[in-house]
């Protein structure tokens, strides 16, 4: 199994950036894929990007193509997502999500292990 720690979150004023970080405990995070989602309040999960074991690829949604970007760091244990260009409608919170299956998923039930969430609120 594999815990998972998000930070990074906060207020932003739309048009600023933000990074968030997923810690990983517990297992080899090298053989994760990782991914990050959202939930806004109301609605529900959704994908934003996923990165492969070896962060050979990516996946965004079309909705943050260009302006977030999902990096790790596997000796650090740590998954990254950059995000630029903030909007309010990107107001939510965000998940990191862990599964040993290869490729990538861009669905949550791709996924077996979950963070607590970190919350995102940019302002207009």
């Known amino acids: 199994q594999v815990q998972l720690v998000e930070s990074g979150g906060g207020l932003v004023q739309a048009g600023g950036s933000l990074r968030l970080s997923c810690a990983a405990s517990?297992?080899?995070?090298?053989?994760?894929?990782m991914g990050w989602f959202l939930q806004a309040p109301g609605k529900e999960r959704e994908f934003v990007a996923a990165i492969s074991r070896a962060a050979i690829t990516t996946l965004y949604s079309d909705s943050v193509k260009g302006r977030f970007t999902i990096s790790r760091d596997n000796a650090k244990n740590t998954v990254y997502l950059q995000m630029s260009s903030l909007k309010p409608e990107d107001t939510a919170v965000y998940y990191c999500?862990?599964?040993?299956?290869?490729?990538?998923?861009?669905?949550?039930?791709?996924?077996?292990?979950w963070g607590q969430g970190t919350q995102v609120t940019v302002s207009s």
């Open positions: 517990g297992s080899t995070f090298s053989n994760y894929r």
């Open positions: 999500a862990a599964d040993s299956t290869r490729g990538l998923d861009n669905r949550p039930a791709g996924y077996d292990y």
